[in-house]
């Protein structure tokens, strides 16, 4: 049997993860990466036999079936519209992207050119999730009255704390809703079936400047700098958010999203 050729942009922290998990799929074969940053010395890391410093070259030169974007999250729209037009099957990081009207003219192009176009909110295939869905699905949890929970890292507590998430340029307008808000947002409707209609949210900045590194800095690498290897910078994205959702049965969801709650590494809650 031919193998699906698979092509990851992006080689950072997420896209080594995807190609760790491809590889364990025995229909699929990873043929390249592309990443302007030491994308030769990342796909040897990896042992994947080709290398490009541009999406769109890798694109445009290899026989791909499916790509798997793990960019920066301004960067998938152009991707993915590049990636339809070349009949290239996409799996998309979230957020998706950075605007609704992009989102939605992501999924006109798929429909239009017959692809798939898949965003990735893993917690849906935890066995938890899938635990919680059938329960729901099969009745056993009856109706949903209210849902509640949180989801909340520290990785973003110090102001020097740093990622390209904190530019609004390259993450979008919303930070920590959209980077981790989102999966929980998702993980809500994937268990209970039921979508919200309304929202209210308080959004918060505790720290108005941050102190950006001036060289590279890997995500969730808790590197340290000297004071001389930092710049102040204005933040325009929230650190927090407490949203309240109107569901379409009636029901109601409320949920706190934190970058900066100290203690917490990685804790995702949903209680039904
Ligand atoms: N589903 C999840 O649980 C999950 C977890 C982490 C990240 N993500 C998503 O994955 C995406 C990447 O996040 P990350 O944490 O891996 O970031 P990262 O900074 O660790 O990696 C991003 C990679 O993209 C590369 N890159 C930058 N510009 C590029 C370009 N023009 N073309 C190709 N590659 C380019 C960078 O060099 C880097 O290697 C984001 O959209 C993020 O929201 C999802």
């Given amino acids: 049997m031919e193998k699906i050729k698979v092509g990851v942009a992006g080689v950072g922290f997420i896209g080594a993860v995807h190609i760790e998990q491809l590889r364990r799929l025995p229909m699929v074969e990873v043929v390249a990466v592309a990443d302007p940053f030491d994308a030769t010395e990342k796909a040897r890391r990896l042992g994947v036999q080709k290398a490009y410093d541009s999406t769109f070259e890798m694109l445009e ?4 079936d499916a790509i ?20 290239v099957h996409v799996i998309c990081e979230k957020p998706l992207t950075t605007s609704l009207e992009n989102a939605k003219r992501m999924s006109d192009a798929a429909k239009k050119a017959g692809l798939i176009h898949a965003v990735n909110f893993n917690y849906r295939f935890y066995p938890l999730a899938y635990e919680m869905r059938q329960r729901r699905l099969s009745g056993e949890l009856g109706e949903v009255y209210s849902v509640h929970g949180s989801y909340l890292q520290d990785w973003l507590f110090l102001k020097t704390d740093y990622s390209w998430r904190l530019e609004s340029d390259i993450s979008g307008r919303s930070r920590a809703f959209a980077d981790i808000g989102s999966h929980w947002a998702d993980l809500v409707s994937f268990v209970t079936g039921l979508k919200p209609v309304e929202v209210m949210a308080d959004f918060a900045t505790f720290h108005k400047t941050r102190s950006k590194p001036l060289k590279p800095v890997d995500t969730y690498s808790n590197m340290m700098l000297t004071p001389e290897d930092y710049e102040e910078i204005p933040i325009d994205t929230e650190d927090y958010a407490a949203v309240l959702f109107r569901l379409e049965n009636g029901g109601r969801a409320s949920c706190v999203i934190s970058q900066m709650f100290a203690g917490k590494k990685n804790e995702m809650r949903v209680l039904i």
């Fill in 61 to 64: 030169k290899e026989p791909l």
């Fill in 68 to 87: 798997h974007l793990c960019t920066p999250n301004n960067l998938h729209f152009e991707e993915a519209l590049m990636a339809f037009t070349k009949g």
